[in-house]
């Protein structure tokens, strides 16, 4: 599949795994989807968007969105909303978030693994 092909590949699962977080976040309310999938799901979409412009090679580009994922996280630890002045805002505080939750670590940890599977088999096809 040559670059151009990939890239609308790409962005069509980008545009997807957005409207399914999207819903999640709207509409779904329970203790498994919403808190564990949806955290795993959010390091997919990075990867599919960085995909758009990265559609080759960046084999470790899993292990760089995990860091970016654990790293805003920390910041949540830190209260980096309220630091900037921006928790009162609604859109940015969900973007960046406000709570601090080691399993969002965890599932950030588990969707990236699933991505560098994904990288081997790709590679081997």
Do not use: W
């Amino acid at each position: 599949m040559d670059k151009t092909k990939k890239r609308v590949a790409y962005g069509i699962a980008t545009v997807l795994l957005f409207i399914i977080e999207l819903s999640i976040a709207l509409f779904v309310h329970d203790n498994l989807i919403r808190p564990y999938v949806g955290d795993m799901l959010v390091v997919v979409l990075i990867y599919t968007f960085m995909r758009i412009f990265l559609p080759e090679g960046m084999r470790l580009l899993p292990l760089y969105i995990f860091l970016f994922a654990a790293g805003v996280e920390v910041m949540q630890y830190f209260r980096i909303a309220e630091i900037l002045g921006i928790s009162e805002n609604r859109v940015l505080s969900v973007v960046i978030g406000s709570v601090f939750d080691m399993k969002d670590i965890v599932c950030y940890g588990v969707g990236c693994v699933l991505l560098f599977v994904y990288e081997l088999i790709r590679e081997k096809v």
